[in-house]
């Protein structure tokens, strides 16, 4: 039996007056949530999440949905209310905070001008700023607290932090916090992408757990200390990559290759090393990622058959960078025969994600790369990715998104821009839930590859949509 929808309180806030609204709207034009969802490429569950304001809405989203219920403007005029309140009490934070008028509009403004210019989104430490009072900002300046972003060595990161909140004697329980964080860590930036809450929260978390190499910490637990906090690490660093903080994101990963040198964990070793290869082909340093990866492989006797696997997935997506077809497909056949061996129980924990689904995700891209060289087959890379959009759990919705733009980006390249286009409303139905640099990435490159049927209807729609959930395609 349907349950009763929750009733709406329309003083919570102006996003919830938005919603009761949206609803009354929907409802007066005895439309479903699905039915409206259809006509702005949503889910049902997504407008119910918006008329809840448990979901964020935008002003494109806003004038859709007011076209698609012939409100006549009232939505779009509401979310110009919405957006005013919500400039408004930014401004009121800042006087509250630094003692003076700063015009959050001013800075949400200049923000959006850099993300449209390919500039990088604010300092991920800005937060600092409007947060702490200026004694308080002081004191964290002083014991290190920002070193991440200091363009000098990252060793400068290990500073002593806020002596107040560290423990005289590292703990058992202390190591355990800082394994959850980067846990919990990884777990949103697979869900939401590396921008956003996701990173600026961790950078504090950091701070504690690098604080923590500086206390007295009995020899038993030595090994685990420097394993959680490179761990760690390494998960920010993988999720400023996403973010396309590349400075500190080589520094985050090295710092954590370096905590696993320095216990002798090789497991962890090849984690960083993987990411770091990973970077630097996206940034389009295919024979540094080759390095890299090869660098992982060293002892590779000491790995598990996973952590192999991963590492010549590396390698294979270094080589389609470079052009070389058959290297390519050897390494991509040595990640198979690897990942073949891999039993369950086997690898550390920050190696869960990698499952059926992301190798066949990783093989997939590496595929996709060499699909694309003239007279070439796409049928390996086409393989490989519908089986990872298939298999990705919920849990890793930025991997599954960006197979699936992928491969919509494939199949509108080899001619099929009919079934092309659903397979790409389904990826930005989750693309549009996500902050992640990347993904807005494929997204311009899936737009490109559409431009030569844009005389055809569906793919026409399939660009405006484009256009609305990333403006700067």
Known sequence: MPQKPKPLDDTESMAHWFGMELRNWRRARRISAEALGAKVHL????????????????????????????????????????????????????????????????TAMEGRRAQAAGMPDTDPLDFLNRSLSSMERRAFLAAGGIAVL????????????????????????????????????????????????????????????????????????????????????????????????????????????????????????????????????WCGSSDKGLTYADMGLVRADRLTPRERAMLHIARARAWAKIGNR?????????????????????????????????????????????????????????????????????????????SGTKLGTLTMATGDPQEAVCIAHRALDEIGQLRSRRAVTDVQDLARASAKYAKNSEVAGLRERIWRTVPAC
């Not at 070439?376 to 990705?392: C, G, K, V, Y």
Request: hydrophobic share 40%; net charge negative; aromatic share 8%.
């Open 326 to 402: 058959q290297e390519t497909l050897t390494a991509i056949g040595q990640s198979d025969e690897a990942f073949s061996l891999a039993e369950d129980g086997e690898d550390a924990s920050w190696l869960a994600y990698y499952d059926y689904a992301q190798h066949h995700g990783d093989t997939g891209h590496a595929a996709f790369d060499i699909a694309l060289l003239p007279g070439q087959s796409p049928r390996l890379a086409i393989e490989r990715l519908e089986t990872a959009i298939d298999n990705h759990a919920d849990a890793y919705v930025r991997s599954r998104a960006l």
């Open 150 to 281: 200091d363009p000098a060595s990252f060793g400068d990161l290990i500073r002593e932090t806020v002596h107040a909140q560290l423990p005289d004697v590292v703990r058992p329980e202390d190591l355990e916090q800082v394994r959850a964080a980067a846990e919990n860590h990884a777990s949103w930036d697979n869900l939401y992408g590396g921008g956003g809450i996701v990173r600026t929260a961790a950078f504090g978390q950091l701070a504690w757990a690098q604080g923590l190499l500086d206390v007295t910490c009995p020899s038993k637990y030595e090994a685990e200390l420097f394993t959680v906090v490179g761990h760690l690490a390494i998960v920010m660093g993988a999720s400023a990559f996403d973010a396309y903080e590349h400075g500190n994101a080589a520094r985050l990963l090295d710092f954590g290759a370096q905590c696993a040198e320095r216990v002798g964990n090789w497991h962890l070793r090849a984690f960083a090393l993987n990411w770091r290869s990973r970077q630097a082909i």
């Open 43 to 106: 889910s049902g569950a997504s407008i119910v999440k918006i008329e809840k304001a448990d979901r964020s809405c935008n002003a494109h989203l806003a004038t859709a949905l007011d076209d698609a219920l012939d409100a006549g403007g009232a939505l779009r005029r509401l979310w110009r209310r919405v957006e005013e309140d919500a400039d408004k009490r930014r401004a009121d934070a800042d006087k509250l905070i630094n003692g003076k008028g700063a015009s959050s509009a001013a």
